[in-house]
């Protein structure tokens, strides 16, 4: 039901960071998640991180722990993807996620009901 804007993509090297952002139009909920997956060409859209707007309470792809970081500007109604240590599996669309009847399955797809149109993160060796 929301309007979701992507930003920050790129092409870097390993070890590398950037950062993700996803603007969402409209007024936030409380039970408002917003999260981010990615998908490599013949792959699955996997799941990386997700939040609730309401607690803050993050959760992480095995993956990317301690390397990726999920956060919020709740007066920009915005997420960020802090990506950190970029390995060459990192390299994948990159897309924002949100779901303002949040349900609890932050990890798969069919939870969420707003897309952003993607970002192509590339990490070379």
């Known amino acids: 039901q929301v309007q979701l804007v992507e930003s920050g993509g790129g092409l870097v090297q390993a070890g590398e960071s950037l950062r993700l952002s996803c603007a969402a139009s409209?007024?936030?909920?409380?039970?408002?998640?917003m999260g981010w997956f990615r998908q490599a060409p013949g792959k699955q859209r996997d799941f990386v991180a997700a939040?609730?707007?309401?607690?803050?309470?993050?959760y992480y792809a095995n993956s990317v722990k301690g390397r990726f970081t999920i956060s919020r500007d709740n007066a920009k109604n915005t997420v960020y993807l802090q990506m950190n240590s970029l390995k060459p599996e990192d390299t994948a669309v990159y897309y924002c996620?949100?779901?303002?009847?949040?349900?609890?399955?932050?990890?798969?797809?069919?939870?969420?009901?707003?897309w952003g149109q993607g970002t192509q993160v590339t990490v070379s060796s």
């Open positions: 996620a949100a779901d303002r009847n949040y349900g609890g399955a932050y990890s798969r797809t069919y939870e969420y009901d707003s």
């Open positions: 409209g007024r936030t909920f409380s039970s408002y998640v």
């Open positions: 939040i609730k707007w309401s607690s803050g309470s993050t």
